[in-house]
């Protein structure tokens, strides 16, 4: 579902794999696409939850950052999307 960019099998694929399932070298990559999808349904507490799941050492985790702090300030919670940024330095 993530190679094809598809939102669509991705939401499948979440609903039938569970977190624990999921091998754990790819649970950044889990956690990244989930938020993407809670961003689009405009779950925005969610997906800024699920974008803070990724690991620092993680090549998702610049994105994650920066998508985090749009979903905090989409949330009216710009204190907090602020730390997130400076996360990003």
Do not use: H
Request: charged share 35%; aromatic share 12%.
């Amino acid at each position: 579902a993530d190679a094809l960019e598809s939102d669509v099998l991705l939401r499948y694929a979440i609903k039938k794999v569970g977190e624990n399932d999921f091998p754990a070298a790819n649970r950044d990559m889990l956690y990244y696409r989930t938020a993407e999808v809670k961003l689009t349904d405009k779950e925005f507490q969610e997906a800024a939850r699920m974008f803070a799941r990724v690991r620092p050492d993680s090549s998702f985790y610049a994105r994650a950052k920066y998508k985090q702090a749009l979903a905090l300030t989409e949330a009216g919670d710009l204190d907090a999307a602020q730390r997130a940024f400076e996360q990003l330095e």
